[in-house]
């Protein structure tokens, strides 16, 4: 069965075989691609030789499996989210990555230790912290909504809104905007109480919200008018404020925040190039780098200390940053041991939800 | 004259007949060959396969083998004995040395919901678990002993199984093996199913609608100006459907040329601007000019030939311009009528690009939900199960064609 499932791919795939100076990298698109290409891909291959192919998807975790499973996979490495990471390293679906090949701190603090804390699993390194936010457009709220609660008040700020269409992050939301304080969201959400909680919370919106898939689009829904506010991935907004300046401004209360890793996928066309990718891009100069094109956050401690102005040169990073103190006075770190498992019965609820 | 006709050698002429065209027939079999072999090769057992899924997951059997021989060996309802704990401890001790502990998970998941945790960190703890195995794993997780989570070990140790067309049919079994309906907030399927079939028929009708104006006025035009407006129905065939959904969704947005036409003429205020995108309407207005041209064309290629004459003949008989229409003109276009609406029903049932990009939630269609568990929730045997049935319900419309109009009532082109 899956043997010839093989086959039939493979003879598709004849014409795709990679030149072996290569390395193939998955990840979001848009302006998160582009600080990856100007902090990893362009140093990589000035240092090491290897070409480095970037190529985009909506979640880079999706088609693993399908590659996988045919036995044709065409990426080496790609950018996911912790639950997916977790999920495909469960099902067998990745390369182990041994965390002692990673390069250590400047001062010698081996990679192990110098990594923020969950950042290593078995078959992930982490490159950099992300945060779900919801953003505004000023010319429209001169006064602002300001925390959470706001985005779901149609009344006192109306127009429409964007949201991710699918469960993760928005349930959270939807409770902390109700009030629930971030410690208790996802002990409340492990109950039937606590989900119905957060549907009804997101009804009083439905109608009235326009459901993005691909993160490059918030900062369009946004710049069109088609939406007043949007949640959205923090960098993404950041990008259309700074670059291209936009009228955008971010609400950081209830803000729900995640690494996000990189992954080989098993049986990678160029295995050793991958690694020697992930091992360059996660160095602590690398991640550094990486927060001087986007408002993420690096994922080492070392970085920290390293990152300064945006690549304008007057642009300080630090305030934009998810981790930055000022913006965690009402944030979430999304668990990862949720969504693992809730996942598919959340989004199949959601679903259900969205069609009625 | 008996044994009918014969050769001059005496052997029967239709004997004789086919040994002489057998050359022939092997000769063309040949040709046709390699594209029977292509089509079987990726298109015939791919889809097969995949279809194949529907029925066969052996997410659960092929991983858990020594747990599986004893549901083999036992009968429903037996409980759990101390055999079974330590079968199952081997077993996922085993899985989560091989790294499939998640793929097990994920089958029982699917038959009931929050149970992958229960495997995967069983999974993590198998080393360490001692006998009694029984207690040591309702230590881990009381969960372990519940009758229900039994069944559907039970139930998924056999690699073959129909739930995934229950599920597809927002059914599911209870704790007795009975079929149920699935709770009232996750039945979507037979929704949308329904919906994708109304919205085809909508679209098919709204089609004929438009189209078969405009196939007259091209049939009955001069060549030279009907070519040119034949230009104008094919330019945007061939223009890409991506190409020709993101200008429907310039044209249709809130901020877009027709709310902006609409403001600027003073026909609507600013703060009321249609809504026609995001929404149903999005997904009928594009989906119904993308499908125009398989409308036309085949009206079109039946118009064409019709004698303007019979026409001219019933009106000079005393016949209004309307019933001239309906008993002359209109029976003579049905075939057409019959190839164009057959063509864009078909289209627009497995429509998925456009209501993806501008249906927003009320616009969405079955294949949305296909394509979404195909590429991100990656249960495929669900996405086969809908498939499979989709595909049952086109060629159970294509039988009931068939049956009322007759496919050989059928002129495409």
Not at chain 2, 147 to 174: E, H, I, K, T
Not at chain 2, 237 to 252: C, Q
Request: charged fraction near 15%; hydrophobic fraction near 45%.
């Amino acid at each position: 069965m899956k043997k010839i499932l093989t086959l039939s791919t493979a003879l598709t795939a004849v014409g795709f075989t990679a030149a072996a100076q290569e390395v193939t990298v998955m990840s979001w698109g848009g302006a998160y691609t582009v600080s990856q290409v100007e902090a990893y891909h362009k140093p990589f291959t000035a240092e090491t030789g290897i070409k480095v192919v970037s190529v985009d998807a909506d979640n880079p975790a999706t088609p693993i499996k399908a590659m996988v499973e045919a036995g044709n996979v065409t990426i080496d490495v790609a950018d996911v989210e912790y639950a997916d990471a977790i999920r495909l390293c469960d099902e067998g679906l990745l390369e182990e990555i041994d965390p002692s090949i990673l390069p250590p701190a400047p001062d010698g603090t081996p990679a192990t230790d110098d990594f923020l804390p969950g950042a290593l699993t078995d078959c992930a390194v982490a490159s950099i912290v992300f945060s779900t936010v919801f953003a505004y457009d000023t010319t429209k709220f001169p006064e602002g909504p300001t925390s959470m609660a706001d985005f779901f008040d149609l009344e006192g700020f109306p127009g429409k809104r964007g949201m991710r269409k699918g469960a993760k992050a928005n349930l959270e939301m939807a409770l902390m905007a109700d009030g629930v304080p971030a410690d208790e969201v996802y002990a409340l959400l492990e109950t039937d109480e606590g989900v119905a909680q957060a549907f009804a919370m997101l009804d009083k919106i439905k109608g009235d919200t326009i459901w993005w898939e691909a993160g490059a689009q918030p900062p369009q829904l946004l710049a069109d008018g088609e939406v007043v506010m949007t949640t959205a991935y923090n960098g993404r907004i950041f990008a259309a404020q700074v670059a291209e300046s936009k009228p955008f401004a971010i609400v950081w209360d209830g803000q729900v925040y995640e690494y996000d890793l990189f992954v080989i996928p098993k049986g990678a066309p160029n295995m050793e190039s991958a690694l020697e990718f992930v091992k360059f891009s996660t160095d602590t100069q690398r991640l550094a780098d990486q927060a001087k094109w986007i408002s993420y956050g690096p994922g080492r401690k070392s970085s920290g200390a390293l990152v300064g102005l945006y690549q304008d040169g007057v642009t300080e990073m630090a305030p934009h940053m998810p981790t930055s103190a000022e913006n965690l006075t009402n944030a979430l770190a999304s668990s990862y041991e949720f969504w693992v498992d809730r996942d598919s019965e959340l989004n199949e609820r959601f679903n259900a939800w969205l069609a009625q | 004259m008996r044994g009918g006709l014969t050769t001059a050698d005496g052997k029967p002429l239709k004997q004789a007949l086919a040994h002489a065209q057998a050359r022939a027939k092997r000769k063309a079999l040949l040709l046709v060959v390699p594209l029977l072999a292509f089509i079987l090769i990726t298109f015939v057992m791919p889809i097969g396969q995949l279809l194949f899924r529907s029925i066969h997951n052996d997410g659960f059997s092929a991983n858990m083998p020594q747990i599986s021989a004893w549901f083999d060996e036992t009968k429903a309802g037996d409980a759990p004995d101390e055999a079974a704990y330590a079968a199952l401890v081997a077993d996922i001790a085993a899985a989560a040395e091989a790294r499939t502990i998640g793929v097990v998970g994920t089958r029982v998941n699917y038959e009931l919901s929050g149970t992958r945790s229960l495997f995967t960190s069983a999974g993590r703890n198998a080393e360490d678990l001692q006998p009694p195995y029984r207690e040591a794993m309702l230590d881990l997780n009381e969960k372990w002993g519940d009758p229900q989570l039994w069944g559907v070990m039970r139930s998924v140790s056999s690699a073959y199984s129909a739930n995934f067309y229950l599920a597809a049919l927002d059914l599911a079994r209870d704790e007795n093996g009975e079929i149920v309906r699935a709770p009232e907030d996750r039945r979507i399927y037979g929704m949308l199913f329904m919906r994708t079939l109304w919205l085809s028929a909508l679209i098919t009708g709204l089609c004929l609608i438009l189209a078969y104006p405009v196939a007259h006025l091209l049939a009955v035009l001069p060549l030279a100006k009907s070519n040119l407006l034949m230009i104008l129905v094919l330019l945007p065939f061939w223009t890409s459907l991506l190409v020709r959904t993101t200008s429907w969704m310039v044209m249709l947005q809130e901020q877009g040329v027709i709310n902006n036409t609409l403001v600027a003429l003073g026909l609507i205020g600013n703060e009321s601007r249609i809504q026609m995108m995001y929404n149903q309407a999005g997904t009928i207005i594009a989906m119904t000019h993308i499908l125009l041209p398989f409308m036309i064309l085949p009206l079109y290629s039946v118009m064409r030939p019709i004698n303007p004459s019979y026409v001219r003949a019933a009106r000079s008989l005393g016949a209004t311009s309307w019933t001239a229409f309906r008993r002359v003109y209109l029976p003579q276009t049905l075939p057409g009528i019959g190839a164009g609406a057959l063509l864009v029903f078909i289209l627009s049932v497995g429509y998925y690009i456009t209501p993806a990009l501008v249906g927003g939630a009320s616009g969405q269609l079955i294949s949305n939900l296909i394509a979404y568990h195909m590429q991100d929730s990656l249960n495929w045997s669900l996405a086969a199960a809908l498939a499979a049935l989709l595909l049952a319900g086109v060629l159970i419309l294509y039988w009931l064609y068939d049956r009322l109009i007759g496919i050989d009532n059928l002129k495409l082109g």
